[in-house]
């Protein structure tokens, strides 16, 4: 599939072009380049045929960001990875698009209507497809975290009194300066005590309804995750595991669009990173349809086309793991690359 600029004015609201976002062209070594502190790249295919990605970042005092707009690409932050001391965590919005996320303690696919904190200290793996939107890092020791400390992802309706504050925060740090000496609306104070505020109020249950409901939340997910291969794992069958109405088992996952969309989503990108990391051959395609729960070859790439524009024997047409390119001469481009490599080097906030 072929991805075009303009698929930029998929944007619902706010700048329509790449001109409006000031984003640049970045080909897929600087792409993986900017992230390497952070994530290695695995395979990619680009945004449009000239092999670039969009991006335009920037660094407000001890917090950074950027705006972006990919094509399909996976990331990996392996155990390697994540023996370094660069602790951030990242509020993320997307406008269009989605990116699918597997933590150890959680998996999601974050589309638009919703804004995530997850804590890019954790492994993890990310698939993008036609993202559009915005990303924000922070320091964990900002917030007060230790480097032990785990914090599970968060997914927060845009529409609630909590996503409004947020993406109110994040449309003021992107918001250009027009004039010189024209201060920003940006306090990052503020947007510290609202993260502070949201992540304690997720860490910590505020009664035994709520830890309990969080407790049966995790258990169907581990569940469904140690049978996502069995064509018979149906919502009706987990609602009888767990002696649940329907009503409720689909409010626990409402924020995935439901338990069915969750289970096809989880099959889709397990196959796909199975792909990845196993290679396509002869009889492969079929092998992972069986191991994660497709009924047939045609339903897997029925599914792998609908999201990733192909079907899964054309997805892999590049290296396994994209080679990022040095740029270390020119790191002025990339705000930050620089960010991200002073706190995995210093492991020191960023002034």
């Known amino acids: 599939m072929v991805m075009q600029t303009n698929a930029l004015t998929s944007l619902s609201h706010g700048p329509q072009t790449d001109t409006d976002w000031r984003l640049a062209p970045l080909s897929i070594a600087d792409w993986a380049a900017v992230w390497s502190p952070i994530v290695d790249m695995h395979a990619l295919h680009p945004r449009n045929e000239d092999g670039t990605s969009f991006w335009g970042g920037r660094v407000q005092g001890r917090l950074a960001g950027a705006k972006f707009a990919t094509g399909s690409q996976l990331a990996q932050r392996s155990q390697r990875?994540?023996?370094?001391?660069?602790?951030?965590?990242?509020?993320?919005?997307?406008?269009?698009?989605?990116?699918?996320?597997?933590?150890?303690?959680?998996?999601?696919?974050?589309?638009?209507?919703?804004?995530?904190?997850?804590?890019?200290?954790?492994?993890?793996?990310?698939?993008?497809?036609?993202?559009?939107?915005?990303?924000?890092?922070?320091?964990?020791?900002?917030?007060?975290?230790?480097?032990?400390?785990?914090?599970?992802?968060?997914?927060?309706?845009?529409?609630?009194?909590?996503?409004?504050?947020?993406?109110?925060?994040?449309?003021?740090?992107f918001e250009p300066v027009e004039h010189v000496g024209?201060?920003?609306?940006?306090?990052?104070?503020?947007?510290?005590?609202?993260?502070?505020?949201?992540?304690?109020?997720?860490?910590?249950?505020?009664?035994?309804?709520?830890?309990?409901?969080?407790?049966?939340?995790?258990?169907?997910?581990?569940?469904?995750?140690?049978?996502?291969?069995?064509?018979?794992?149906?919502?009706?069958?987990?609602?009888?595991?767990?002696?649940?109405?329907?009503?409720?088992?689909?409010?626990?996952f409402e924020v995935d669009g439901g338990v069915r969309r969750y289970i096809q989503d989880r099959r889709l990108y397990a196959a796909v990173w199975d792909l990845a990391e196993g290679g396509i051959h002869r009889g492969r395609l079929t092998e992972v349809a069986e191991k994660w729960g497709f009924s047939s070859n045609a339903n897997f790439n029925r599914a792998v086309k609908t999201v990733f524009g192909m079907p899964p024997g054309a997805l892999f047409r590049g290296p396994a793991l994209i080679i990022p390119s040095r740029i270390d001469q020119k790191q002025s481009e990339f705000p930050v690359y620089a960010w991200f490599s002073q706190l995995q080097d210093q492991n020191v906030l960023i002034y």
């Open 81 to 173: 990875l994540a023996s370094t001391p660069n602790g951030a965590l990242a509020i993320q919005f997307l406008s269009a698009g989605s990116i699918a996320m597997d933590f150890e303690c959680r998996s999601f696919v974050q589309r638009p209507g919703h804004i995530t904190i997850v804590d890019l200290a954790q492994p993890f793996r990310a698939s993008h497809q036609d993202a559009v939107g915005e990303i924000m890092f922070m320091p964990r020791e900002l917030l007060g975290f230790s480097q032990s400390d785990r914090i599970d992802p968060v997914l927060i309706p845009i529409d609630s009194v909590q996503g409004v504050m947020l993406a109110t925060e994040l449309h003021h740090f």
């Open 182 to 252: 024209e201060e920003s609306d940006f306090d990052p104070n503020t947007l510290l005590h609202l993260t502070n505020s949201i992540l304690s109020s997720h860490r910590h249950a505020s009664s035994d309804r709520v830890e309990w409901w969080r407790a049966r939340n995790r258990l169907i997910r581990d569940y469904i995750e140690e049978n996502l291969g069995d064509l018979s794992l149906l919502p009706a069958r987990i609602c009888d595991q767990f002696n649940l109405s329907r009503a409720t088992l689909y409010r626990m």
